[in-house]
Every structure is written in structure tokens, then in C-alpha cells.
């Protein structure tokens, strides 16, 4: 299906306003694999919230707009399993994927995940108190 042009016209009612009628030209294509509309502007693809139920809503880059994924990036999770979810940045640091906001499933390389999956804990040994003073004395 190819793009087709939609002109909208609009009257500028402020005061303020230099020039008080204008058309915006916006170019339509076909909505991104997994929406639930059909058509989407350019550059704008598949308004947020309108994936459809299993798949999530999150930023295309490269002024693609919104597009619908089936699994979030690494570091992301989806908000939910109903439609209208989108991707979220994970609230635990260095988790590599998470499963809701605050609960990890696996932590980033160097980092093992608490008992409660709230956690990615370092691997390496951290010095303590104690050992600084034993290690000061052996010099």
C-alpha cells in the first residue's frame, strides 16, 4: 500500500497570530506491524497506546515514530499484556532483563540477581574495613 497525502486546514483564532489561515500537508502510510489502526502519519507511526493486546508501544528512532514490538529491549520492560501497553525503562541497576518495574530476571554481566529479583549485586568481593587493616599490616 503506498502513502497518500492528507491535507488538513486549520484557522488560527489568537490574536497573535501572523499569518490566521494555514494547511498543514501530512503524508499517511501504513501503521507498523502490531497496531491496531490501519493508517499513521509519517514519522509519527502508531500513536502511543495503540498496539494491539501482546504487543508494546516504543520509540522507532530515527524519526520513525512510534512502532509496536513484541518484546521490549534489553534494560526495558512492557507495562503490561493488555492493549495500550508500552515499553519502560527497568527501575534496578544493571538488570538485562526485567519483568516488571522494580524485579529483575537476569542481571547484566559481573552482577548476580538477589534472592527477591529486586537487586543485581556486584560479583566482586568488596574490600572491608577489616581487610584494609590486614592488608596494612602485612606491608
Known sequence: MKGHLVVLFSL???????????????????????????????????????????????SGGNNMG???VRFCPLGEFCSGVVAGSFCLACGVNNCLRCVERYKCSS???GYTLSSNNARCISLRKKSTHEDIKIKLLLE
Not at 497570530?17 to 494547511?23: R, T
Open 107 to 109: 542481571c547484566k554481566a
Open 66 to 68: 512510534m512502532t509496536c
Open 12 to 58: 488560527c483564532l489568537a490574536a497573535t497570530c501572523l499569518d490566521p489561515v494555514y494547511a498543514a500537508v501530512m503524508l499517511m502510510t501504513p501503521c507498523p506491524f502490531g497496531c491496531i489502526q490501519n493508517d499513521c502519519y509519517i514519522n509519527v507511526g502508531c500513536p502511543l497506546g495503540r498496539c494491539q493486546q501482546g504487543w508494546c508501544s516504543r
